[in-house]
């Protein structure tokens, strides 16, 4: 079954830095989620690439899948603290449920 | 406006009593997913319905059981078989992921349960 793993697990920026979210895939990916979510609520959509090298940005956030569709990083530039929370990838393997990765933690201090 | 409800946010219950968890969506979405999430566990599948009266079994169903009566609704029950209740619990519904829909998932606040 597909595994994704994401890098850091944890992450302590400066206010107005930059920074870079790993999630690698067992598999081939055939369309990457990003979501964020604030300790102890639900989880929100950021975007999804299905493309290889594919690249979408939202606000100050830029996620990216690599040619061989099994990896994607998501960049934040000048992180502010309304960035802080828990990033997750995930993927659809053969049904159509989610996988996920077990996230990445951000704190952005002032 | 249209979204996930579930309820409650906070439950908390004696050890051997099961619990039945709440999921409503009005996005006319026809699939229904349950997750757990622990510390450091990050999402696990439990119960994904892609049909009214029909789901299946996720990672993690041991001690779980789910019904799909109507397309609004996807209600979890939590069973005194379960070993370890006690986690953080979202209820996620989508489109099927078939051009142009994505496919992405939508999430409610959480059902945070306690086991005491």
């Known amino acids: 079954s597909q595994e994704l793993e994401q890098s850091p697990q944890s992450l302590i920026v400066q206010e107005g830095k930059n920074l870079t979210i790993n999630c690698t895939s067992s598999?081939?990916?055939?369309?990457l989620y990003w979501y964020k979510q604030k300790y102890g609520e639900g989880l929100i959509f950021l975007m999804m690439?299905?493309?290889?090298?594919e690249e979408k940005s939202h606000e100050k956030i830029t996620a990216k899948l690599d040619e061989k569709k099994q990896q994607s990083s998501l960049h934040i530039t000048a992180s502010q603290p309304s960035h802080a929370g828990i990033y997750l990838c995930?993927?659809?393997?053969?049904?159509?449920?989610?996988?996920f990765g077990k996230g990445t933690s951000l704190l952005v201090t002032p | 406006d249209g979204g996930i409800t579930q309820s409650p946010k906070y439950l908390f219950r004696k050890e051997g009593q099961n619990v039945t968890l709440s999921c409503e969506q009005n996005?006319?979405?026809?699939?229904m997913y349950w997750y757990r999430q622990d510390p450091g566990q990050g999402l696990r599948l439990i119960y994904y319905?892609?049909?009214?009266?029909?789901?299946q079994k996720g990672d993690i169903a041991e001690g779980y059981s789910v019904s799909r009566e109507k397309k609004e609704s996807f209600p979890l029950t939590v069973t005194s078989a379960q070993k370890n209740p006690t986690a953080f619990y979202l209820c996620?519904?989508?489109?099927?992921?078939?051009?142009?829909?994505?496919?992405?998932?939508?999430f409610g606040e959480g059902s945070r349960l306690t086991v005491l």
């Open positions: 996620a519904s989508s489109y099927w992921p078939d051009p142009p829909n994505t496919g992405e998932l939508f």
């Open positions: 598999k081939t990916l055939y369309g």
């Open positions: 690439l299905q493309k290889g090298g």
């Open positions: 995930g993927a659809r393997d053969s049904g159509y449920a989610l996988n």
């Open positions: 996005l006319n979405h026809d699939a």
């Open positions: 319905s892609q049909i009214v009266n029909d789901f």
